[in-house]
Nanobody, 126 residues
């Protein structure tokens, strides 16, 4: 199974920026797409953003549109989540996960994803 390792989390003040990375041990059809989810204490896990290699598509939750940017470096099998203008409500554990195919109707569904990383903590203070 493809191994996923998240990194880049940390503590920042509101308005600050962080870039999360999700590195896969290899590329395969099963990780053609990568999604980022987050879970705050006491809340359900929610989708944040996703990206597919082929066809090239990106998805964003309304709560992060205009602030977060997802991208991938295919040579490094790594997906990045650039997070700007962070807010205290962005505080959560962030997870990346892989999927074979994503479309607008399924990218937010956790069951769509076949493999999950261990998560990286993001804390935004006011």
């Amino acid at each position: 199974q493809v191994q996923l390792v998240e990194s880049g989390g940390g503590s920042v003040e509101a308005g600050g920026s962080l870039t999360l990375s999700c590195a896969a041990s290899e590329y395969s059809y099963s990780n053609n797409c990568v999604g980022w989810f987050r879970q705050a204490p006491g809340k359900e896990r929610e989708g944040v953003s996703a990206i597919c290699y082929g066809p090239s598509t990106t998805y964003y939750a309304d709560s992060v549109k205009g602030r977060f940017t997802i991208s991938r470096d295919n040579a490094k099998n790594t997906v990045y989540l650039q997070m700007n203008s962070l807010k205290p409500e962005d505080t959560a554990m962030y997870y990346c996960a892989t999927a074979t195919v994503l479309f607008s109707g399924n990218w937010l569904r956790q069951s769509t994803y076949n493999n999950w990383g261990q998560g990286t903590q993001v804390t935004v203070s006011s």
